[in-house]
């Protein structure tokens, strides 16, 4: 029987955060693909069968671990940036902070930058599980966008469209930074984004 998160009594709900925190320093060491069910239940103490009461399988864990760990951060991020007026300066200390979080959080971080596909298009979802990181970043970021473009500081366009960019620029960076493993390349190349977020592509 598979037990949903927010049926879970207290004692449950202290065994699933134990085994959503072994699983992140599973994969954290390992990565996603050669981490194993049964790897995480060992890091957990736990029966490996007991992971199936609260996950379908490896991939629906991996899921919970990123919406777990991108929802802490983005409120971490959110915090840092929330006394800043101007929009647009908020949009840029927004990416420098996420990538920050990343780069502080490297292990974690690469594995669920590389698999962030199963993420934004969760193949759980027809059984009712779905994650909301996602959905934050672009509804946070539509809305300072939103700001930006009333104050006159983008010109005019859906703001849903800029955030779509900004969070491309952000995945891309990290994306290459993951991949090629040098700190110095994802701060370069977020520089070069925002310079091209300010002044476009056309000369």
Not at 44 to 52: H, L, N, V
Not at 100 to 113: A, I
Request: aromatic share 12%.
């Amino acid at each position: 029987m598979f037990l949903s998160k927010d049926e879970l009594s207290p004692k449950r709900q202290k065994v699933r955060a134990r085994i959503v925190e072994s699983a992140m320093e599973v994969f954290s060491t390992y990565g996603y693909h050669d981490s194993t069910i049964t790897a995480i239940a060992k890091k957990a103490k736990i029966a490996e069968g007991t992971i199936y009461l609260y996950f379908f399988n490896k991939d629906h864990l991996i899921i919970e671990v990123a919406e777990e760990f991108l929802s802490e951060m983005f409120e971490r991020v959110k915090q840092k940036t929330a006394d800043i007026v101007n929009p647009l300066e908020k949009i840029f200390a927004f990416i420098d902070a996420n990538v920050q979080e990343f780069l502080n959080n490297p292990g974690v971080s690469k594995v669920l930058v590389l698999e962030f596909q199963k993420v934004r298009v969760n193949p759980l979802e027809d059984s009712g599980f779905t994650s909301n990181a996602y959905r934050n970043y672009i509804s946070y970021l539509t809305e300072i966008s939103d700001v930006a473009i009333t104050q006159g500081f983008i010109r005019k366009m859906p703001p849903e469209d800029i955030a779509h960019i900004i969070f491309g620029c952000i995945d891309y960076s990290l994306r290459i930074w993951a991949l090629s493993g040098f700190e110095p390349n994802v701060q370069k190349m977020v520089a070069r984004m925002k310079n091209i977020i300010t002044y476009g592509i056309v000369k």
